[in-house]
């Protein structure tokens, strides 16, 4: 019965994560109706994170720890260095794991029959967002997508995805070939979820929440709430780094002389006003549509990039 299950390889990045990273796991090993095989990357830590992977990994045989010891400076990194280096042969799906959140049972189960359900060639979904002190607040990316929405915002939380093998063996031709530039991307699922829909790849996103997603000060990359939150991203906005990014990935993903892309990028002012008056197109949600015009509109003033 085993051999006729969606085989499941699950990529975990970790970084000093031994608060939170064996309820973490456990709630992986517990996916029903799934075979599956947890491959772990951890950026060189401080608190033992290694050495209770390693002999974990040594009476688990569902889990290997790859080689430790590097640093790679961010979970990004960490889920490159995943994709590069672990063999896809013999999967039927490649799916993605943050190291502090909880799993539900069916998450995996859920993602492959709606996979197959749409005839389609990726899965994310909505997310339950919590806090240590009891609240939660469901986190909805399920809005309609939009035709260029890929290139300014990921699917959702790369935590959520789970994709077809075809489409992880071909992102994972582009980091191997590409190494040094992908680096320089600082959200891998963004990256991911910009391949698929610049390639022709299908991507479903599904309205339901299928884990749990722990907030705590620590996090790299979270909810975006609170005021702190609001400043950093303000800073990044006004510093140009989310369209340099844009650009970026574009370039990587095959639309590097595409008439969007050249309309906008690299010509200042004007490209920037372009781009506001085009923000229906590239973002998901009418807030996000409203702030992205908004951003161009600042950075038009500011003049930082264009």
Request: net charge positive; aromatic share 12%; proline share 2%.
């Amino acid at each position: 019965m085993m051999a006729n299950l969606p085989k499941v390889a699950v990529f975990l990045s970790a970084y000093n994560g031994m608060l939170y990273l064996t309820e973490q796991i456990e709630s992986i090993l517990r996916q029903k109706c799934v075979c599956l095989h947890v491959f772990i990357s951890v950026d060189k830590s401080t608190d033992g994170t290694e050495d209770c992977l390693a002999k974990w990994a040594l009476c688990e045989p569902r889990l290997t720890l790859l080689p430790f010891g590097l640093s790679f400076g961010g979970a990004g990194k960490n889920f490159y260095r995943l994709f590069r280096d672990v063999s896809l042969i013999g999967f039927d799906y490649i799916s993605l794991a943050d190291q502090d959140d909880i799993w539900l049972p069916d998450k995996l189960t859920r993602a492959h029959q709606i996979l197959e359900k749409t005839a389609s060639d990726a899965y994310s979904s909505n997310v339950m967002a919590f806090w240590p002190g009891g609240r939660k607040l469901l986190i909805e990316k399920s809005q309609k997508q939009v035709k260029w929405d890929f290139l300014f915002e990921a699917a959702g939380p790369g935590c959520t995805y789970v994709v077809r093998n075809e489409l992880a063996c071909a992102i994972q031709d582009v980091i191997k070939n590409r190494w040094m530039e992908v680096q320089k991307v600082g959200l891998h699922d963004w990256f991911v979820y910009a391949f698929a829909r610049a390639n022709g790849y299908r991507w479903v996103i599904d309205d339901h929440a299928g884990m749990l997603y722990r907030q705590h000060e620590n996090n790299q990359v979270g909810v975006n709430s609170g005021s702190r939150a609001f400043v950093q991203r303000a800073r990044k906005v006004l510093g140009g780094w989310g369209l340099t990014q844009s650009a970026l990935i574009a370039q990587l993903v095959g639309l590097g002389n595409d008439a969007f892309l050249k309309r906008w990028s690299g010509h200042g002012r004007l490209g920037l006003l372009w781009l506001a008056l085009h923000a229906c197109q590239c973002r998901r949600r009418l807030r996000d549509k409203i702030i992205f015009a908004l951003s161009c509109l600042a950075l038009c003033i500011t003049g930082r990039r264009g």
